[in-house]
């Protein structure tokens, strides 16, 4: 994930800052114990005036502190201790080895897959110059869509289908982040004729009022849910925002991914790219600008995973921690640093930018519901935008919409009557 976006995150105290807090609070503590304890008991004439007392008194307390510390961090859940950069038992080797990861550390998914429509059918007869029939030994790419309504919802997915219009065997996973369907979606969808399936999974309210909220967990995970209902254990699973940018060549590199595979991703944050350091053909570490204790500090577009490797791995998952989604969902699957598979000719190639639209408010046009008849397009269009979610048409807010004709403004009653 973009390192802008989770700077919050980051401890607001420094190190010095809290030895200068805990050194006065323990101090405090004892001065009061030490008091307590010579007014009652007076110190024996051969020894040092409180220096017993004062190692009676610190004792009971360095056993409850150091109680209490274990005591928080084994109630904390094994993502969370992760997350925080508190480690994770075994699972903090120096080769990212994770023989210590079981139920205790993540749960099995349990989603609620709501299926709006889906299709199996290719209709697609020619790709990137060849018929359909020559792709039929390849692996199929299942690319995993997160969205969510927005002005620039439908463009932005628009886009993304004429490109993945030209890649064989490929079943494009659409998980739209509210409650009901959307049929207009539906229609659009059928309408490429690649294989799809169109789910809604809502983000659950607990986390919408959250600061960063964790946008696109519930919708990856209702994927996940999907495959996994489904059996699948042969494929490549990939994770594709509807408003990056693809390079064709991306989907030749991760159809060959036998376990994990990784490759840089453009415009990430203040480096602007995010990737794995190799060296002699194998990954050694990573280059990103917001590590915070992740130890797999990649962008979610920036790996690939084969569905038989992930099948060894029960507990699957991806939990609601914004900015550490693609660093626990890598720890779920068991992954090792030797397991890495870098692609993009060694992680020296851009095959995916992390473009962003910039997002503007619904647009709303002013305009009186007797001329949104068949006397213009204008009815059909509005119509359509509205369904798309684009702009919305209103009677009474704002200005008239303007209507021109050679250069100057018309009543609407002289072009619409």
């Not at 209103?394 to 250069?407: D, H, W």
Request: hydrophobic share 35%; with cysteine.
């Amino acid at each position: 994930m973009s390192s802008a976006h989770y700077q919050a995150l980051e401890p607001q105290t420094s190190d010095e800052d809290n030895e200068d807090i805990e050194r006065r609070h323990h101090q405090s503590h004892s001065r009061s114990c030490t008091t307590n304890t010579t007014a009652t008991h007076p110190p024996h004439p051969m020894v040092r005036k409180g220096g017993v007392a004062r190692r009676r008194c610190l004792l009971p307390l360095l056993g409850g502190a150091l109680f209490l510390v274990a005591f928080c961090y084994l109630t904390l859940s094994g993502d969370t201790r992760l997350a925080l950069g508190l480690g994770g038992g075994s699972e903090d080797s120096e080769d990212g080895s994770h023989h210590g990861l079981d139920s205790m550390n993540f749960r099995p998914l349990n989603e609620t897959v709501h299926i709006c429509s889906e299709s199996y059918e290719d209709r697609r007869q020619f790709m990137q110059d060849k018929p359909q029939s020559d792709y039929g030994q390849l692996p199929v790419i299942y690319f995993v869509t997160p969205t969510y309504p927005r002005r620039e919802q439908i463009p932005e997915l628009t886009r993304l289908a004429h490109t993945l219009l030209h890649v064989p065997r490929l079943h494009w996973l659409v998980a739209d982040d509210q409650e009901k369907c959307n049929d207009f979606m539906d229609t659009l969808l059928y309408r490429f004729g690649m294989p799809f399936t169109h789910m809604v999974s809502p983000m659950p309210s607990k986390f919408r009022n959250e600061k960063p909220a964790p946008r696109g967990v519930a919708n990856r995970r209702a994927a996940l849910q999907w495959i996994r209902q489904h059996n699948l254990t042969n494929g490549i699973l990939y994770f594709g925002d509807d408003d990056n940018t693809y390079d064709l060549r991306l989907f030749s590199e991760i159809r060959k991914t036998q376990r994990v595979s990784m490759f840089p991703v453009g415009l990430i944050a203040d480096y602007g790219v995010s990737g794995p350091v190799v060296r002699k053909g194998k990954v050694v570490a990573f280059l990103d600008s917001w590590v915070a204790g992740r130890r797999w500090p990649v962008d979610m577009a920036g790996f690939a995973v084969n569905l038989e490797y992930m099948a060894q791995y029960p507990y699957v998952n991806m939990p609601y921690k914004p900015g550490y989604e693609e660093d626990l969902f890598l720890r779920s699957i068991g992954l090792q640093m030797n397991l890495i598979e870098p692609r993009g000719n060694n992680c020296t190639e851009i095959l995916v930018w992390h473009t962003q639209t910039k997002s503007k408010k619904l647009g709303m046009v002013r305009l009186e519901s007797k001329y949104l008849d068949d006397r213009s397009n204008l009815g059909a269009l509005l119509h359509n935008l509205k369904l798309m979610g684009v702009t919305s048409t209103t009677e009474s807010e704002g200005r008239n919409a303007l209507i021109s004709k050679n250069g100057r403004e018309k009543p609407h009653s002289k072009i619409l009557s």
